[in-house]
T-cell receptor
Framework: DAKTTQPPSMDCAEGRAANLPCNHS???????VYWYRQIHSQGPQYIIH?????ETNEMASLIITEDRKSSTLILPHATLRDTAVYYC???????????WGAGTKLIIKP | DVKVTQSSRYLVKRTGEKVFLECVQD?????MFWYRQDPGLGLRLIYF???????EKGDIPEGYSVSREKKERFSLILESASTNQTSMYLC????????????FGSGTRLTVV
């Protein structure tokens, strides 16, 4: 599976959109991009995933570049409860495993 | 909502004890996973199972075994607990191999003294 690169930390003001970048330059054609987050002392929580097209759900939007080498997770109106470590993972269709990196620690400030 | 329930939130065991960590999911998921999470090392896969009675080693299976006798239950066993197995243990489940997210339990913080 391809590896991902994320900034170690980011700040965002409450009520603003939080844009979390992820580089996955070695991604292959059958690999999905997944995003999870982990709030302190809890298990990771699935947010969203995509293959080629942009995706949106009730939690977030996922923007994948046309060459698929990078993506951005967007939390449209960040709240204090969105403070967490956000993980970007790429995973092939046939692989059961997720390869976890260090993630981005997102701090939402009042 | 899918729920993954881990039997204990906190556990303290002595070196050499046999330890059982239980995980139950209620949405008929085929796949189940055990991870450990340590500061600076992230989440590491110990074992996973894609069907009843089936198991596969993950990245760090040494010192652990697993059991999946029923679809909804996946147990992690520390045969003889050691202090370097002090960690947060996370269970997860998922539907099939492709295109579905994992649902995680809240974790068990195990301390071996």
């Amino acid at each position: 599976d391809a590896k991902t690169t994320q900034p170690p930390s980011m700040d965002c003001a409450e009520g603003r959109a939080a844009n979390l970048p992820c580089n996955h330059s070695t991604i292959s054609g059958n690999e999905y991009v997944y995003w999870y987050r982990q709030i302190h002392s809890q298990g990771p929580q699935y947010i969203i995933h995509g293959l080629k097209n942009n995706e949106t759900n009730e939690m977030a939007s996922l923007i994948i570049t046309e060459d698929r080498k990078s993506s951005t997770l967007i939390l449209p109106h960040a709240t204090l409860r969105d403070t967490a470590v956000y993980y970007c993972i790429v995973r092939s269709d046939s692989n059961y495993q997720l390869i976890w990196g260090a993630g981005t620690k997102l701090i939402i400030k009042p | 909502d899918v729920k993954v329930t881990q039997s204990s939130r906190y556990l303290v065991k002595r070196t050499g004890e046999k330890v059982f960590l239980e995980c139950v999911q209620d949405m008929d998921h085929e796949n189940m996973f055990w991870y450990r999470q340590d500061p600076g090392l992230g989440l590491r896969l110990i074992y996973f199972s894609y069907d009843v009675k089936m198991k596969e080693k993950g990245d760090i299976p040494e010192g652990y075994s697993v059991s999946r006798e029923k679809k909804e239950r996946f147990s992690l066993i520390l045969e003889s607990a050691s202090t370097n197995q002090t960690s947060m243990y996370l269970c997860a489940s998922s539907l099939g191999a492709s295109g579905y997210g994992y649902t995680f339990g809240s974790g068990t913080r195990l301390t071996v003294v």
